[in-house]
């Protein structure tokens, strides 16, 4: 324990925060009728934490290394605790969508601090070991949660997928203060918070603008505002970022066609290859009967792929050009969401069976290697502020990958059913609809609208996998121990872990 025990702690809380991430996504038919929770809530209850950790992991991975990481750390994880139990006590969708954001600022705050502990801690073949123990963790626990969440959401009831979250808090804080030593970036640094909060709006704004255009139109007048808001924010970051002394991001690496590349390929990744999965599970189980448990079982094809091609890739492709490993797999989650587009009222779920494994092949290759094209594609000071913009840009992309294609999905399906009715399905609510509507006419909406998403949704994946081929070309040298020099530089700057 004396040796591993950083390791432990900060892969206690990764794989809890990770959880999180997608452990509610068979859970959503449960939380609609409990809650009586429209579409947009569903969206929110999933964006809402991806939200609130994209748009602060940068500013708070700052302020830890001003204030103290294991602190920053520690006090990320009460707060998580305090928020998954408002989560469990929920007796409505805003109070659940607030109480997610609220998890998704102490996520933030966990997520920020794990590089940085584990390179304040650990040198050499040790950090090497560490790094890869901890990068497994993470890529498992985001596939393990649906799988999780399903188990719980049909045993004790969907509250517990927050409630567990208690136990495993209180054993990490444990943990990190006995074992886990406190460490700080270098004197003189400050937090860019007005950087920070232009960042949050942005982000914000933009997710917001999205899912009231499904709601009610492009053109509508909430919509447009939300939008002209969004880039009113983006301006002032950008402003910001040009004057500040310590900047989240130094605009300067956008001149960078490699950086440019691979911000563009993570922003797509999380986004095209999971932005579509929470409505499939909606389909599954309010069309197809299907239960949580079922559900969740239904994706292993994508989660054995994935886990299995990441294996291989990291122990067989060392020293490929991240273009090809991050360029190619994004073309194959692009591919395999285009093979799901084969659905009508009379498909099963088999049918997403050949697209999934695809997808799951296209994350093998991207997930382990797309941090570390980041880190290559900046000079070595440089490698915390693009490790954190690099996990940033993903969150973001899985936020609005689940607000777009759920737009998508309800303009489709407005085709063949009134307005307020491809809502009330596409969130979860068949049953309300099934003694005014044909079930054959619901079964083939749904299907239609998720052929349009998944297609959508593949199309973005082949032009983000496109660009990184034609953009992304580091050195060879540089890319040489990237992983080790990037945990090392990641002790002194901003910085926070891939998803």
Not at 250 to 271: Q, Y
Not at 346 to 357: C, E, I, K, N, R
Request: hydrophobic share 55%; proline share 5%; aromatic share 6%.
């Amino acid at each position: 324990m004396r040796g591993w025990g950083t390791l432990t702690a900060v892969c206690l809380g990764t794989f809890m925060l990770l959880l999180d991430v997608t452990i509610v996504v068979v859970a959503l038919p449960d939380m609609a009728g409990a809650l009586h929770a429209s579409l947009s809530d569903l969206q929110w209850v999933v964006d809402g934490y991806a939200l609130a950790l994209a748009a602060l992991l940068l500013g708070v991975g700052a302020a830890a290394d001003v204030l103290g990481r294991r602190r920053v750390h520690v006090a990320g994880v009460v707060l998580f605790a305090v928020a998954s139990l408002l989560c469990g006590l929920a007796s409505g969708p805003g109070v659940l969508v607030a109480a997610r954001a609220v998890q998704g600022v102490g996520a933030a705050a966990m997520f920020a601090t794990t590089l940085p502990l584990l390179g304040s801690v650990y040198q050499g073949q040790r950090r090497s070991a560490a790094l890869g123990v901890w990068g497994a963790v993470s890529g498992g626990a985001a596939a393990v949660g649906p799988i999780v969440g399903g188990l719980l959401t049909e045993g004790p009831g969907w509250r517990w997928i927050f409630f567990v979250n208690l136990p495993v808090s209180v054993v990490e804080v444990w943990l990190t203060l006995r074992v886990v030593p406190e460490s700080r970036g270098p004197r003189g640094m400050r937090v860019d918070w007005p950087g920070t909060a232009a960042f949050a709006g942005f982000a914000g704004g933009l997710t917001y603008a999205v899912v009231r255009a499904g709601e009610d139109g492009w053109t509508a007048p909430a919509a447009l505002t939300a939008f002209g808001c969004a880039a009113l924010a983006l301006l002032v970051f950008v402003l910001v970022e040009r004057r500040a002394a310590h900047p989240l991001l130094d605009l300067g690496l956008l001149r960078k066609p490699a950086f440019v590349g691979v911000m563009a390929g993570a922003f797509a990744f999380n986004g095209v290859a999971f932005g579509v999965t929470p409505y499939v599970s909606i389909w599954m189980q309010t069309l197809l009967g299907m239960s949580p448990v079922r559900g969740g079982l239904t994706l292993l094809p994508l989660t054995v792929a994935a886990m299995i091609v990441a294996v291989l890739v990291g122990k067989l492709l060392h020293g490929v050009p991240a273009r090809l490993t991050i360029g190619g797999g994004l073309l194959l989650i692009g591919s395999g969401n285009i093979c799901q587009a084969v659905l009508d009222a009379g498909s099963g779920w088999s049918a997403l069976v050949p697209g999934f494994v695809l997808v799951g092949v296209g994350t093998g290759f991207v997930s382990p290697t797309v941090a570390g094209a980041a880190l290559a594609s900046v000079p070595p000071e440089r490698a915390g502020m693009a490790g954190g913009a690099v996990n940033t840009v993903r969150q973001l992309g899985y936020a609005l990958g689940v607000a777009v294609f759920g737009t998508v999905l309800t303009s489709r399906m407005r085709d063949s059913l009134p307005d307020g009715a491809a809502h009330t399905l596409a969130g979860g609510g068949a049953g309300a609809l099934r003694g005014s509507i044909p079930e054959h006419t619901l079964r083939a909406a749904f299907a239609s609208g998720l052929d349009t998403a998944l297609v959508t949704a593949g199309l973005a994946g082949i032009v983000a996998g496109a660009l990184v081929l034609a953009l992304v070309r580091e050195p060879r040298a540089q890319r040489t121990g990237v992983t080790e020099s990037a945990a090392a530089t990641q002790t002194k700057e901003t910085t926070a872990p891939r998803v």
